[in-house]
């Protein structure tokens, strides 16, 4: 029979979830207006503590949830952050999780229950512990992603357009491209489908809406391996 590990210390496991999302504009993330100690009334990522029978995949999941209602959504590992005065009230090891979901199926009542809200990066305050890191880290982990693989189909509606695309990934590199190669670019992909229909709302009215091959996008995830990078 096998006996418990000797050991003298409590160390608790948390994990806390960086959510990206698009509005169209700007890239955005969902944090929360702490309305309970410690640092109370100050922002922070959406975070939780392990349960005890639970997977770190499986807690990052669930507290994405509870969140925003959503399953089956793009998630990555990040890191672990152990240092040992991170949390003023006791040890605690948070394994972090980045997210990448279409910012218009999330459940607005649900976060707002949370105290939750959508902010552009650009104008994101000042966050609790090392939240600010995990953030900066979620970015660069995304960008290096997003240059290989086609990872941002993940924060896009079903249909999109050409533009709209392109605004996606000028809002994650804060960067411009040019708009004939990077149109050359997608195209080559052989990933968009053409739905027939045409935009007849905002700055790319009468563009033509495509909406993504999902088996191909599947199927061919880690065939991309320069994805955007040539521009």
């Known amino acids: 029979m096998l006996q418990q590990y000797p050991h003298d210390n409590r160390v608790l496991v948390a994990?806390?979830?960086?959510?990206?999302?698009?509005?169209?504009?700007?890239?955005?993330?969902?944090?929360?207006?702490?309305?309970?100690?410690?640092?109370?009334?100050?922002?922070?990522?959406?975070?939780?503590?392990?349960?005890?029978?639970?997977?770190?995949?499986?807690?990052?999941?669930r507290i994405l949830h509870e969140l925003t209602g959503l399953e089956n959504v793009y998630m990555e590992q990040l890191q672990a952050f152990g240092e040992v005065k991170r949390d003023p009230v006791e040890r605690t090891v948070s394994v972090s999780f980045y997210a990448l979901i279409n910012i218009h199926d999330h459940d607005t009542e649900l976060a707002r229950a949370n105290n939750a809200y959508w902010v552009s990066l650009d104008k994101k305050p000042s966050l609790i512990f090392d939240h600010d890191r995990m953030v900066t880290m979620a970015l660069q982990r995304l960008r290096y992603k997003a240059a290989l693989h086609p990872?941002?189909?993940?924060?896009l509606p079903e249909k999109f357009t050409i533009p709209q695309l392109q605004r996606l990934y000028e809002a994650i590199y804060s960067n411009t491209f040019d708009r004939r190669n990077f149109s050359r670019k997608i195209l080559s992909t052989k990933l968009l489908l053409d739905t027939g229909e045409k935009n007849e709302q905002g700055v790319t009215k009468k563009a033509i809406l495509y909406r993504l091959d999902q088996e191909r996008y599947q199927r061919q995830f880690n065939a991309f391996l320069n994805f955007i990078s040539d521009f």
């Open 151 to 155: 990872i941002g189909f993940e924060l």
């Open 15 to 61: 994990t806390d979830c960086i959510i990206f999302g698009f509005d169209g504009e700007d890239l955005k993330v969902l944090l929360i207006k702490r309305n309970f100690e410690p640092e109370k009334g100050k922002w922070s990522l959406m975070g939780g503590f392990l349960n005890e029978n639970e997977d770190l995949e499986v807690g990052a999941k």
